[in-house]
Every structure is written in C-alpha cells, then in structure tokens.
C-alpha cells in the first residue's frame, strides 16, 4: 500500500533566527573592480564578485566576534 502524501501547511514558515538575511552595499568602483578580479581572472576566493564579497565579509564578521570587537571600549576623541 502506498504512503499517503503528507498534508501541507498552509501557515507561515516558521520564522528561523539563523536564516540569512539579505542587503546591499555600495562600495568604490576600484573596490569592485578588485573583487571582479579576484573572483573571474585570479579564481581565488569564489566565482563571482558578489559570492567573493560575501565572503570577505562573513570572515571579517567572525574575526571580530571571535576577538570580542562588541566588548571592547572604544575611547573617544
């Protein structure tokens, strides 16, 4: 005998805390430019100058929560 097809639910997805989240950046042409380089000519990083800048910035993002960056003071000028 055959399963049953499961029933779908017909509410909202269930909002996920670790779902990812999208936005933009405007950054310099030359800055771009670079990330284009990186990713098509050299194929260092990723594939394209978006997926390479997302991972620059996830890297940079982690380094600074794994050093504590939020607890530190920052004097001012």
């Known amino acids: 005998?055959?399963?049953k097809p499961q029933k779908r639910s017909r509410g909202r997805p269930r909002k996920d805390p670790e779902a990812?989240?999208?936005?933009e950046v405007t950054i310099p042409r030359h800055h771009f430019?670079?990330?284009e380089f990186l990713a098509?000519?050299?194929?260092r990083l990723a594939i394209?100058?978006?997926?390479?800048?997302?991972?620059?910035?996830?890297?940079?993002?982690d380094a600074l929560f794994r050093a504590d960056y939020h607890a530190k003071e920052i004097p001012e000028e």
């Open 33 to 35: 430019d670079y990330l």
């Open 40 to 43: 098509l000519k050299k194929r």
């Open 20 to 23: 990812d989240v999208t936005f």
């Open 48 to 61: 394209s100058a978006k997926a390479a800048a997302e991972h620059i910035l996830i890297r940079e993002l």
């Open 1 to 3: 005998m055959p399963d």
